[in-house]
């Protein structure tokens, strides 16, 4: 697949291109060929775990498991059915916030928030199923679904049986908080926004396993995929009501977000492993939920595996680890060490297996359009107001020179120009659609000028009409992320030549420093792969969102013609019924959002998943991003690892304690 990537180099200056440079095949399954929910004729488990229950420690397995659990099918395992024990080994860069997903706090990243938390729905598995199945997710903790006649009543029916880690069951009390509690409480910052769903959507629960969503119009089956990872994951609410305001009069919404702090550990959750001890800075360690609710064929609980370790370094460094076998996965996706990578990872002996797909990073320059939110002068406000004019947005865009701001970040055939919109490698992307503003400076120039921005003293910076300041722009900056660093020193140099000061202000977790909106230009790494995924990020669906276009204290904000457009383009693909009719709105918004240069797209880049030999099951076929990242994607409950090749667990023996 290297010669894959190089060969497609020879396009990269006639941006932006056509994907596929994935030469692998494998073959495509129904979407029933994945999962199934059933009784089995028997169960078995770790060896440790029946231990446990000869010791009176814990509940027999059927116990533990629902009446019909998921079972995964042998014909989507690429190496089939595992064997018990072992280690997983993970590198992130980010930091366990707190468990309290529901009040949006984040794991880590990397996959960790992936293994404690399961959702109604999952897409990211979508990858192995053909084409023409793929609108609408696959079930999790929902098994099934109907539609009422005029598609604007959802009910969802919960496996029976399923229970948290401590043993309590999981009903539609949990679905019922998750959904009043949190998504509804404009005091919460759940992941799913407020109208996240749709503006006046109701939900009821019917029985403890049934619930149903009621919606002011007709919706389609990829509505649903929003109540996958990240944004449809139910907490435990019989852990976490005592701690919210509503049920507890003493608690403060702050205190209700930090209900699970990071260093309390076991947290109550659904997923195949459970924190259980976190040393702040080095290490996670996760050991496998006994009441986990999934099993293969044969009727073995899952997971395989029974100790996972997240170690707390940086995403580069997952790379570099994972290369030297000292970790079992990475997405690599920083760019500057792909050669080293690459080289290492193609000889015969290498502990890894890398397999490149096609471009799904990008990365991208954000502007601000909210007229007041965080404007502290009269310069910020003169600002926001060109920025909220397309032809300046196009001429920054033409200040650009992608190939070399691509050749800053890695030497050779990596790096594409990338103008906005969905990620290359999206199954929405359309390059018929994309239009791209490419190098010009002297076009970038006389758009400057014709705005009126000139430069009236001399000092080789332009000056803004109205307040006559200097045309300075704070570029907001994750100064953990090299791959962002040297694109920002790149383009300061660029926009210099085009009269634009740009003043860097590093922070060190880029998402969480422009939540409030408090930037006038930031730079960030921001895949768009499915249009309900983290949506958020990407266009005005809720008020709260994009940070890049907040309401002011007033509560109100002024959304330009296009924007509106592009979310009524995406409620178009929320409700339609016909995939060439989403596929159309998909389209318009990439359309709309590049010809309007909604962001300023930089370069995009492939990615590749590196996996440990050891580990099976890990399908070749796994993209990097697709319909979610890799760790939902490759499916880690259904990983094992040979017997002789097991790593020693740091904590055999253990589950959680509550
Ligand atoms: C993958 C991913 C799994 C978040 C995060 C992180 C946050 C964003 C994004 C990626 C990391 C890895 O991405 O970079 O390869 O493992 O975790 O969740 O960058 O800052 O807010 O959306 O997923």
Not at 31 to 45: H, P, V
Not at 278 to 299: F, M, Q, S
Not at 436 to 448: E, I, R, S
Not at 471 to 483: A, F, N, P, S, Y
Request: proline share 6%; aromatic share 10%; net charge negative.
């Amino acid at each position: 697949s290297l010669c894959a990537v190089m060969a497609s180099s020879a396009l990269a200056d006639k941006m932006p291109v056509e994907q596929s440079m994935s030469t692998l095949e494998y073959e495509l399954l129904s979407r029933g060929d994945l999962w199934t929910y059933k009784k089995l004729d028997g169960y078995s488990e770790a060896p440790f775990l029946n231990d446990l229950v000869k010791a009176g420690k814990l509940p027999p397995v059927e116990e533990r498991l629902p009446a019909e659990p998921l079972v995964m099918k042998t014909m989507a395992m690429s190496d089939g059915i595992g064997v018990y024990g072992g280690v997983f080994r993970h590198v992130i860069g980010g930091r366990p916030e707190g468990w309290n997903w529901l009040a949006g706090q984040h794991q880590g990243w990397g996959g960790i928030n992936m293994a404690i938390q399961e959702c109604l729905v999952r897409n990211g598995p979508l990858w192995q199923v053909k084409a023409e199945e793929q609108s609408g997710p696959l079930p999790n903790l929902a098994k099934s679904w109907e539609w009422s006649e005029d598609k604007t009543e959802l009910t969802m029916h919960l496996v029976e049986g399923v229970k948290w880690s401590d043993g309590d069951p999981f009903d539609t009390e949990d679905i019922r908080f998750w959904w009043e509690d949190n998504v509804q409480d404009e005091n919460v910052a759940s992941r799913l926004p407020k109208g996240g769903l749709g503006d006046g959507t109701t939900l009821e629960v019917i029985d403890a396993y049934t619930f149903k969503f009621t919606f002011t119009k007709p919706q389609g089956p990829e509505i649903l995929k929003s109540l996958a990872y990240i944004q449809g994951c139910p907490g435990p609410a019989h852990a976490l009501k005592a701690k919210h305001p509503k049920y507890n009069k003493d608690a403060s919404y702050e205190e209700y977000r930090n209900a699970m702090p990071a260093d309390a550990v076991p947290p109550v959750v659904l997923g195949g492993w459970v924190p259980v001890r976190h040393k702040a800075d080095e290490l996670v360690i996760l050991r496998r939920n006994p009441y986990y609710w999934k099993t293969d064929e044969a009727g073995n609980q899952l997971p395989y595996i029974n100790e996972m370790h997240f170690k707390l370094t940086t995403w580069s460094d997952r790379t570099t680890q994972a290369v030297a076998g000292t970790a079992d996965f990475s997405n690599m996706e920083n760019p500057g060490n792909y050669v080293e990578g690459l080289k290492q990872t193609l000889s015969a002996d290498a502990p890894v297996k890398a397999n490149f797909g096609p471009r799904v990073l990008s990365w991208r320059l954000e502007l601000n359009f909210s007229e007041t939110n965080g404007v502290q002068d009269e310069v910020d406000a003169e600002l926001r107001k060109f920025f909220r004019q397309k032809d300046f947005r196009v001429a920054l865009s033409h200040a650009l020179d992608r190939q070399a701001i691509g050749q800053s970040v890695a030497r050779g055939p990596f790096m594409y120009p990338y103008s906005g919109g969905f990620s290359n490698g999206s199954p929405y992307y359309d390059y018929d659609s994309t239009v791209y503003y490419p190098y010009d400076l002297a076009k970038a120039n006389a758009m400057l000028d014709a705005l009126g921005i000139k430069d009236t003293d001399g000092n080789g910076i332009r000056n803004m009409p109205g307040s006559g300041a200097d045309l300075e722009i704070d570029m907001t900056t994750d100064r953990r992320q090299v791959t962002d660093k040297k694109q920002a020193d790149a383009i300061i140099l660029m926009l210099a030549e085009a009269g634009v000061r740009v003043l860097i202000r590093n922070v060190d977790t880029i998402d969480t420093a422009s939540k409030n909106g408090d930037f006038n230009m930031l730079i960030r790494r921001k895949e768009w792969a499915l249009p309900t995924r983290e949506t958020c990020f990407h266009l005005p669906i809720a008020n709260s969102c994009p940070d890049r276009h907040l309401p002011g204290s007033d509560g109100t904000r002024n959304l330009m013609d296009f924007e509106v457009e592009m979310v009524d383009a995406y409620n178009t693909i929320l409700s339609s019924w016909d995939a060439v009719e989403a596929a159309e709105a998909a389209k318009t918004i990439q359309r709309l959002w590049t010809e309007n240069a909604y962001t300023i797209g930089t370069v995009q880049a492939p990615a590749a998943l590196l996996v440990n030999k050891r580990i099976k099951n890990a399908h070749p076929g796994t993209p990097v991003n697709m319909f979610e990242w890799a760790e939902d994607g490759v499916v880690r409950e259904r990983l094992w690892t040979p017997k002789d090749q097991q790593l020693k667990e740091l904590l055999p023996g253990t589950i959680a304690e509550y």
